[in-house]
């Protein structure tokens, strides 16, 4: 009976959000809006309609998740594993923390507490082969020494672990767009699309890095990938790949 319902729903309603199983008929409308996203056709940033109205979950969120349920054992594991999750999304430490199968680290910078420590992902604090996933999602656009950070995370990833590393990305550049010497909030803006990020990503430099620290870098796409949810009910975008790395 619950199956059919759900059949029903999906029919019904254009928008589905597995985080917090509802069905809506659009997503809120939220993200930056200056000139410099639109000039580089931005990927994963920008204006646009895609947060949920009940969880607050932004399509990347359900992206995530959505690969995580359908390519790996993170939500079964046959085996403990540990997951290392920067700062962390609330919808998906909700999940998480849940999961008793999961040794979880969140782990922030800035916004620590509760159970989130406190950490500098460019000096971490763990020792190296420690974790089994890693989740880094939207947070090296904002770090001055990112190839410091990316070889951190290395690190401390198991050899045969999986990371997620998403970031705000452009295919219409070749190299990134990036000055030290710009650090004004209001520059920052024009320059980068947002006051603290640092960059904007050509997402083949930032595919060259990753590598550089010894990261092996695969791609995969929704709407190509057969992943468990109909990406579009999910709102996600048909450019948008997702980076995963492995040692
Ligand atoms: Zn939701």
């Not at 604090?125 to 996933?133: A, G, I, P, R």
Request: proline residues 5%; contains cysteine; charged residues 25%.
């Amino acid at each position: 009976m619950k199956k059919l319902y759900r059949k029903v729903k999906s029919i019904l309603y254009d928008c589905y959000c597995p985080i917090c199983i509802g069905y809506w008929d659009e997503w809120i409308e939220n993200g930056f809006e200056f000139e410099i996203l639109k000039k580089v056709n931005i990927i994963g940033g920008g204006k646009r309609k895609h947060l949920c109205p009940n969880c607050g979950s932004p399509d990347r969120v359900r992206m995530i998740y959505s690969y995580l349920h359908s390519k790996t054992d993170l939500f079964s594991p046959k085996n403990p594993v540990v997951l290392l999750h920067v700062a962390p999304e609330r919808q998906l430490l909700d999940i998480f923390e849940k999961n008793n199968n999961i040794e979880y680290y969140p782990c922030d910078k800035f916004n620590y507490g509760n159970n989130v420590q406190k950490a500098d992902i460019t000096q971490l604090q763990f020792v190296e082969n420690f974790f089994d996933f890693l989740i880094c999602n939207h947070v090296l656009e904002h770090i001055e020494d990112d190839a410091k950070a990316m070889s951190e995370l290395y690190r401390v990833m198991k050899p045969n672990g999986i990371g997620i590393l998403q970031i705000p990305y452009s295919i219409s550049i070749k190299t990134n767009i990036e000055n030290n010497e710009i650090r004004l909030p209001e520059e920052r803006e024009l320059c980068f699309g947002q006051d603290d990020h640092v960059r904007i990503y050509a997402r083949s430099e930032y595919i060259k890095t990753l590598n550089s620290v010894g990261f092996k870098v695969s791609t995969s796409n929704p709407y190509s990938a057969h992943w468990d949810f109909n990406p579009k009910k999910l709102g996600l975008n048909k450019r948008e790949d997702l980076f995963i790395v492995q040692k």
